[in-house]
């Protein structure tokens, strides 16, 4: 079974481009995460989809950051436009339905974004 | 405010020698508690997990944690190091917060090194 996949691995961008990343979450996982590790500082909650709704996105920065997953399987986090403070590791994850907090939460490898 | 503190940045240690990575967290009631690493170039991999019950947790690897309530900590241990254990471990507790808001909040990580 594969897990979860993250593209692209490596961004580096300009201020104010865009840039798209992708989750593909184990099939089946209908929780899907997106979490952020900005340098020297700890891993961050992003938000929560339960299928194609977003159960939470408290930990969204602020509204240059989109994050969406149609039909409830891959997601995409789209920051437009970027600024140097997006610079980061972002971190997709995703578990198995409820009760959530028994089931693990299975980590891609992240997409590092280096925004110049 | 809730935070998960791993105190030390970075530990060295030799191979063969035993390892306790320290964590404490700040919550009101007892939490799920999880220990991740994560390996160059790969995502974070759950080592093992608290919920209730035994104190004492076995993971993989042959790491094992501890739950002190009274010292609100989860620290994990490993008797002997190995070299493949060089990496970047996670210390995260898991929270609702409000109906089915669940996620992970990670302390800042500690990076493992293994002498020869």
């Known amino acids: 079974e594969a897990g979860v996949t993250q593209f692209p691995s490596h961004s580096v961008i300009e201020k104010g481009q865009t840039v798209t990343l992708r989750c593909d979450p184990i099939?089946?996982?209908?929780?899907l995460y997106w979490y952020r590790r900005v340098m020297g500082k700890e891993i961050k909650f992003l938000l929560h989809?339960?299928?194609?709704?977003?159960?939470?996105e408290s930990g969204m920065p602020n509204n240059r950051f989109l994050a969406e997953r149609t039909g409830g399987t891959y997601s995409t986090l789209k920051v437009q436009p970027a600024e140097l403070e997006d610079s980061g590791v972002y971190f997709c994850?995703?578990?198995?339905?409820?009760?959530?907090?028994?089931?693990?939460?299975?980590f891609g490898p992240g997409t590092r974004l280096t925004v110049l | 405010a809730q935070s998960v503190t791993q105190p030390d940045i970075h530990i060295t240690v030799s191979e063969g020698a035993s390892l306790e990575l320290r964590c404490n967290y700040s919550?009101?009631?007892?939490?799920?508690l999880f220990w991740y690493v994560q390996s160059p170039g790969q995502g974070l991999q759950l080592l093992l997990k608290?919920?209730?019950?035994?104190?004492l947790v076995q993971g993989i690897k042959g790491f094992e944690a501890e739950f002190k309530r009274s010292q609100s900590s989860f620290n994990l241990r490993k008797p002997s190091v190995h070299w493949s254990d060089a990496a970047e471990y996670f210390c995260?507790?898991?929270?609702?917060?409000?109906?089915?808001?669940?996620?992970?909040?990670f302390g800042k990580g500690t990076l493992l090194t293994v002498n020869p």
């Open positions: 994850a995703s578990s198995s339905p409820t009760p959530i907090q028994d089931n693990e939460q299975f």
């Open positions: 099939s089946g996982h209908d929780n």
């Open positions: 989809f339960v299928k194609e709704s977003k159960q939470d």
């Open positions: 919550y009101g009631a007892t939490p799920y």
């Open positions: 608290y919920f209730s019950g035994d104190t």
């Open positions: 995260a507790v898991g929270l609702y917060s409000g109906g089915s808001n669940y996620k992970l909040t």
